[in-house]
């Protein structure tokens, strides 16, 4: 007689392999929120862009993390705008626009880089830039 209660081999390797991509998705939203606690120190490292990918992350991995992640007091409703709306605060574009100028200040005067590393960083930033500022306020 066949017993119902068994899992065949094939529903352990399904639930084996969630595990893992469970798991996997769980160090990076952790890596992603240890990037943004960095990111809220160093005005060349940005914070939003990580907690977005870490909630992300979290959506896959852990309904508590993502639920913390979604309450908290003062990155909870960016992460809440950027998911209803793909909204970025205007305050938020601001301090992309400086990080973005001074992360670049930096480069050119610290590494002096030549003319094609120059204009392909630069590239790199404008095209972040202008995406930033094309999401709603």
């Known amino acids: 007689m066949h017993d119902n209660h ?3 081999p094939q529903v352990i ?5 969630s595990q893992f991509v469970r798991g996997v998705f769980l160090l990076l939203g952790i890596g992603f929120v ?3 606690f960095i990111g809220a120190f160093l ?4 914070t939003t862009p990580f907690l977005i990918l870490a909630a992300a992350c979290f959506a896959r991995s852990s309904p508590r993390l993502e639920s913390w992640l979604l309450q908290h007091p003062r990155f909870g409703p960016l992460l809440c705008d950027w998911r209803a709306r793909g909204a970025i605060p205007f305050r ?17 005067f610290g590494g002096h880089p030549g003319p094609l590393l120059t204009a392909a960083v630069g590239l790199l930033m404008l ?7 094309s999401r709603p306020s």
């Open 92 to 108: 938020a574009k601001l301090m992309a626009l400086g990080g973005m100028v001074f992360g670049f200040a930096l480069f050119w």
């Open 43 to 46: 005005p060349v490292l940005p």
């Open 127 to 133: 095209t972040g830039l202008v995406y930033v500022w």
């Open 13 to 17: 390797g399904m639930t084996g392999k």
């Open 6 to 8: 068994q899992a065949s």
């Open 34 to 36: 240890l990037l943004g």
